[in-house]
């Protein structure tokens, strides 16, 4: 696993030393173990090495083959090294080939036709200077990031946005993707996966590949599952076929002596936890886990059915896994006296564009740069398993039941709910019969008021950008996916969170020396959960269903059927307001900068700012946090404006 950098001359020689040293320094705040290099006159390309496995030591990259004018850098941790071994014919259990020679031995061999077969986080690029062929690929779920610029018949390509930026010159600011990251009342990023901050730098999408040669860029998804049920005797033969692909899942991802992994006290992550700590143990070793927890003053004034202190939950899972001879090492952070508005001043440099997840992203840093300070190199967490392994797809099975007439299998279904929920007869009965009534409306076309809700966009940015077009065919696969099993199902590959997994786990894996890895992500368990009916994921009354009775057995009765729901970040509006009104008058300077009234309502973002002042007023994270997400876009514009142009000239 590495960063990768380089610069190709298409159709006539450059000098390309000079500029790929420039890239290179750029990467001189990363935590990188060895940097590689090479150049000529017309290619120059790099790696600076992570040594996130044992076979990373012997990692030779970039690969030259000078004679047939062959060039290849890659950034990559490979999940199915046996089978690709005994693909090109060399013995499975040779540890003495890196997975940068083995992912290379395949490309050069088969090209685009191996993409499906390669499993693991990787982002490479190939050139083939004779033929004036370059591709750049990301791995099936865009773990790791790629960007890249054409300027003429330069190609420049990094992992990071940075060296770009410095080789090339400052880039006029992207106002489309600013206009979209805001825009977006949600935790979403972009609508636009190719797109970056930067106009004229582009980024490769998961799952796709960029073919580039003297007169043309093709950009191809080579991976597109479609949904297919797959068709069992018995729910028995489910469950073991969902059982054995999830623990492979995980298995494959422990290569390290010493890992460690995020956990908080919910489904997935504990999931990862039980079958990680019975794969580590196996072999003498003891898995360490980080588990985010509010500072020691904070008191919830939330309802009794979450939990903000996840610490019982999570040492209630330990005890159970010693019970069963599994070693686990519970160890708690409370991150005293941090909050996400002072942390985005460094985190913006490390992300490079501005982000969304502050609150979040606080800990997973956290726990990242202590897994490296102990020497664990490797951290797995189970972030993507709300969209796989414990997604529910409850309202949709019930839908179908409706449609399909299964009558008394719906009602079954409800007296199901009714009995786990505790929800008396009567609200039973109106329940059952709004699902029915809802069944048969008529899908109209997403409204985009939904989608912007409350974000303080101004309306002129909207219509110059069309993002009414671009987000509307995109939102409508969420509303469509309300109603149909298929369309749900389609969503298990999610673009958008790719999108966003992908900047932030290659950063900040740069950033802490440290790779994050989920096997709720795995892409054979992405195309396994998109074939599995729908029943698979809820019925009578059990919701989240896989994990809850396929993996019953695994996975601790506390977690499975819990008292109350656990809520990481709880803290986050008290950790602000603990600075008193420091952190408020901050952001208010912030929206009354010129920039912000060239892109938000500034009137109503000052008003809700106002609102949040209000010490004592129930949390409202995501208000709080729209509201910091906000104004680090205007610091972000306000910071590159140069003689009325808005030019992106690197880090801050």
């Not at 036709?113 to 693991?120: A, E, F, Y």
């Not at 019930?398 to 079954?412: A, D, G």
Request: proline letters at 2%.
């Amino acid at each position: 696993m590495s960063a990768i950098w380089g610069i190709v001359a298409q159709d006539e020689i450059i000098d390309v030393k000079q500029k790929e040293e420039i890239m290179r320094k750029s990467y001189s705040h990363c935590v990188i173990d060895r940097a590689e290099y090479y150049a000529n006159n017309e290619v120059a390309l790099g790696c600076g090495i992570q040594y996130f496995t044992p076979e990373a030591r012997m990692e030779i990259l970039p690969v030259v083959n000078e004679e047939d004018e062959i060039y290849f850098t890659a950034d990559v941790v490979l999940d199915n090294r046996e089978e690709l071994l005994k693909c090109l014919g060399i013995s499975s259990d040779d540890k003495s080939i890196s997975d940068g020679k083995i992912l290379y031995e395949m490309f050069h061999k088969y090209k685009e036709n191996c993409l499906n077969d390669i499993l693991g986080a990787y982002s490479f690029v190939y050139i083939d200077q004779k033929k004036k062929e370059i591709y750049l690929v990301a791995d099936s779920t865009g773990t790791r990031s790629l960007h890249y610029l054409k300027k003429g018949n330069e190609v420049y390509f990094s992992t990071l946005i940075e060296p770009i930026v410095q080789a090339t010159g400052p880039k006029e600011l992207n106002e489309r993707w600013i206009t979209e990251f805001l825009a977006l009342d949600n935790m979403a990023m972009a609508v636009a996966y190719d797109e970056t901050p930067y106009r004229d730098i582009y980024r490769v999408p998961a799952a796709h590949y960029i073919k580039m040669t003297s007169d043309k860029i093709e950009t191809v998804c080579y991976w597109n599952p479609s949904v297919k049920d797959l068709k069992y005797k018995s729910d028995e033969e489910y469950k073991i076929k969902f059982k054995e692909t999830f623990r492979d899942s995980v298995k494959r991802l422990i290569r390290n002596d010493n890992m460690t992994m995020l956990l908080s006290g919910g489904l997935d992550s504990t999931s990862v936890a039980c079958f990680a700590a019975k794969e580590t143990s196996a072999t003498g070793r003891t898995l360490t886990s980080f588990t985010s927890v509010p500072e020691k003053d904070f008191k919830s004034n939330l309802s009794d059915y979450y939990v903000t202190d996840e610490s019982e939950a999570v040492l209630k899972t330990q005890e159970f896994l010693a019970k069963k001879g599994y070693k686990i090492d519970c160890k708690f952070m409370d991150l005293a006296g941090r909050n996400s508005w002072d942390d985005r001043i460094d985190e913006v440099k490390v992300m490079e564009i501005p982000y969304k997840s502050m609150q979040n992203l606080l800990w997973i840093k956290e726990g990242m740069t202590r897994s490296y300070s102990m020497g664990a190199r490797m951290m797995l967490t189970g972030g993507y398993g709300n969209i796989t392994i414990s997604n529910s797809f409850t309202s949709v099975y019930q839908y179908e039941l409706i449609r399909k007439f299964h009558w008394i299998t719906y009602v079954k279904d409800c007296i199901g709910y009714s009995k786990k929920f505790k929800t008396g007869k009567r609200q039973s009965a109106i329940n059952m019969i709004q699902i029915f009534a809802d069944s048969f409306k008529l899908k109209k076309r997403t409204d985009i008021k939904t989608v912007v809700g409350n974000s303080y966009i101004k309306k002129e940015l909207l219509d110059k950008y069309h993002f009414e077009e671009r987000a509307g065919q995109d939102y409508q696969k969420y509303d469509e996916a309300k109603y149909s099993g298929k369309k749900a199902k389609e969503l298990i590959k999610n673009a958008k969170v790719f999108y966003q997994i992908g900047e932030t786990q290659t950063k900040q894996s740069l950033a802490t020396g440290v790779i994050l890895r989920d096997p709720t992500m795995d892409k054979r368990l992405i195309e396994l959960c998109m074939s599995y009916p729908i029943s698979c994921y809820s019925q009578k009354g059990v919701t989240r269903r896989m994990v809850r009775e396929y993996l019953s057995d695994e996975v601790p009765e506390h977690v499975i059927n819990p008292i109350h729901y656990g809520l990481q970040s709880a803290d986050t509006a008290k950790r602000l307001q603990k600075e008193g009104y420091r952190i408020f008058n901050e952001l208010e300077k912030i929206f009354r900068k010129p920039e912000a009234e060239i892109y938000i309502n500034r009137d109503k973002a000052l008003e809700d700012l106002k609102k949040m002042q209000d010490f004592n007023a129930p949390n409202r994270n995501f208000e709080l946090l729209r509201l910091e997400y906000t104004a680090m876009v205007i610091e972000y514009i306000s910071d590159r404006i140069e003689n009325g142009r808005l030019l992106c000239k690197g880090k801050l």
